[in-house]
């Protein structure tokens, strides 16, 4: 894993070279077909000498398509319904600049039909369940999990294209050598259990989501405490982690300080050390529990030697919750951490007329931190590494580049070939930049001599740009859609807005490669008989452990005393079952 993280923007390197609820059911051949200028149109009856070489001579069977990899994809207009998980941020799918992009690459009528973002699968099932008409193409389900997924295609609700991916994936082919996992682990990502393929993923390889729990310190209140002699007001370098906590006995210090020294300046007692919130993926709790064993937050399976194990049964999560403990006793860690949510804990490190937060975890959500707390907050809050715990433990949590499931073709499609073609001509780097920021010359241009960020070049820039991403627009879909990006595709960008601090290294692989879990579980693939039998189980394990977490940290639950019967709780749950059939799973996945 870590030589491929190395090779990485190597082989990134040659990616970027290549250029490249209602129902809005009005057609997009009724808006004006003029694209935004700057773009660049297709080039009918043509295609490019890789993607020629790539196209296979046999294996359409609607004589309507030109070969893969030639534009337009289909000779005479027709018309696709596409069912989307509606985003807010879209204000119009059909008055939209990549709606008639897609039109004019595909020779295809984009019709929509819309499902509210929060109940689209529910949604969904409810159709399937009267046997109601489906649309040809189901986009943005990325909620559907594999067993789901494997269901719905074993049934014949969503069509298998593992024959598609042979014979028509001419981009996916040829751009997925430069992704982590290249072109068989791109398809062994989206395979089911049953080893067949039913959909059309987007891939993910950035930074936030590749290293989901960053955590961002307050560089003032060091000033202030002097811990670090940096000055505040310049951008975070990398160097700065050497003077920053690097041990959770020394970030025990440093908190400690935070609460002692009236670290914001401001005469009261009103710093917060640390603050988290009830949303596993920004508390920061989470993260310190890595100093005491792996904790992934999802299902915290561990793999040793490829056999399972869970982290919240062994001693290491019991010497971390005596440490979190230990801060909340002594005030250091705000118990609010256990009851507001994610936009709460934005928006407190973001109010006042001075900080009253010292240290907390962003998540994936960086950017959505920043705009909270704005650009002067922003020069406060600096990134910093992992800290090591007492058993010289040091490890970040790490998602392995995940392929979501946002193009299903369903059993009503008439023109299934073509939605597949469409699919497979978004898997680009250009379609990449386009559905994730928007039209060179409208939305983004290009940087000459941009220098690094962290190693990644900078080749990009919103600056003076109208900038589509985080904003309601009829730009583009808000990528939910399929597409690959890639680390160097999301950090190489000169921001509009000041962003200095740890946004610089974020999205950088370099800077988490030595903190890497030895064995990152890639995916496990369940059957349907086997989430028959873990489902229920799975689920209570995950609320039982999540309360005692808590409840342990916070003092509702005695460390010492209580422990015993906590192990004996997760048995009667059915820990051993869990790992027995997740086990089963995981070989069978892994091919052992």
């Not at 929509?112 to 009267?130: G, H, M, N, R, T």
């Not at 046997?131 to 969503?158: A, E, K």
Request: charged letters at 25%; glycine letters at 8%; proline letters at 5%.
């Amino acid at each position: 894993m870590k030589k491929n993280i190395r090779a990485m923007c190597i082989l990134t390197s040659f990616f970027m070279m290549l250029t490249a609820c209602s129902s809005a059911s009005s057609s997009a051949s009724q808006q004006s077909s003029q694209k935004p200028s700057g773009t660049s149109s297709p080039k009918s009856n043509t295609q490019s000498a890789s993607a020629a070489a790539s196209a296979p001579e046999t294996g359409l069977q609607d004589p309507n398509l030109n070969p893969p990899g030639v534009y337009p994809i289909c000779k005479e207009p027709i018309t696709l319904k596409i069912g989307a998980a509606q985003n807010a941020n879209v204000s119009d799918y059909v008055d939209n600049d990549l709606t008639r992009h897609y039109q004019e690459i595909g020779n295809i009528n984009c019709e929509f039909e819309l499902y509210p973002s929060k109940d689209a699968e529910q949604k969904l099932s409810v159709i399937i369940a009267s046997n109601g008409q489906l649309p040809d193409v189901l986009m943005g389900f990325d909620r559907l999990d594999d067993t789901t997924i494997l269901n719905y295609g074993q049934s014949g609700i969503i069509m298998d294209l593992t024959d598609y991916y042979e014979n028509l994936a001419v981009h996916m082919k040829e751009y997925a050598p430069a992704t982590i996992v290249k072109w068989e682990g791109l398809k062994k990502l989206v395979e089911s259990a049953n080893g067949r393929l039913y959909y059309v993923p987007k891939y993910n390889e950035e930074g936030a989501a590749l290293y989901p729990h960053r955590p961002y310190i307050n560089e003032k209140w060091l000033h202030k405490i002097g811990w670090s002699d940096s000055d505040p007001s310049l951008p975070w370098s990398k160097e700065m982690v050497t003077r920053y906590p690097t041990t959770t006995e020394e970030l025990y210090q440093v908190l400690k300080a935070f609460k002692e020294m009236d670290a914001n300046g401001n005469g009261k007692a009103d710093e917060m050390p640390i603050l988290g919130c009830a949303d596993l993926s920004k508390d920061i709790c989470q993260w310190l529990m890595n100093a005491f064993v792996y904790n992934d937050t999802d299902y915290r399976l561990i793999q040793t030697d490829g056999k399972l194990s869970v982290a919240y049964n062994t001693e290491g999560w019991r010497e971390g919750l005596r440490y979190m403990n230990k801060l909340c006793r002594e005030e250091l860690l705000s118990p609010l951490s256990f009851s507001i949510d994610g936009d709460q804990l934005f928006s407190m490190c973001g109010s006042g007329d001075e900080s009253t937060v010292g240290m907390v975890l962003a998540g994936g959500s960086s950017a959505t931190f920043r705009s909270t707390v704005g650009d002067d907050r922003n020069n406060e809050y600096r990134g910093m590494a992992p800290v090591e715990g007492p058993d010289g433990l040091r490890i970040t949590t790490y998602k392995p580049p995940k392929a979501s499931p946002m193009w299903l073709i369903t059993r009503d499609c008439k023109t299934p070939e073509a939605a597949f073609m469409l699919a497979d001509a978004m898997m680009t780097p250009e379609e990449a930049l386009i559905s994730r920021y928007g039209f060179e010359g409208v939305n983004w241009g290009p940087v000459e001599n941009g220098g690094l960020k962290d190693g990644i070049p900078v080749k990009y820039t919103t600056e003076g740009f109208f900038k589509a991403w985080g904003k309601v627009q009829n730009v583009h879909w808000q990528f939910r859609n399929p597409g690959i990006m890639i680390v160097e595709m999301a950090g190489g960008w000169q921001g509009a807005t000041n962003l200095t601090s740890s946004d610089d290294f974020s999205y950088s692989p370099s800077f988490y490669e030595e903190f890497l879990p030895k064995e990152p579980i890639l995916g496990i693939k369940y059957t349907t008989e086997e989430m028959e039998q873990i489902s229920e189980i799975r689920a209570n394990l995950k609320t039982y452990v999540n309360e005692s977490f808590a409840r342990f940290i916070t003092g509702d639950m005695d460390i010492e005393k209580d422990w015993d019967k906590y192990i004996a709780n997760l048995e009667s749950i059915g820990l051993a079952k869990y790992l027995e059939v997740s086990q089963a799973a995981l070989d069978r996945t892994n091919g052992r």
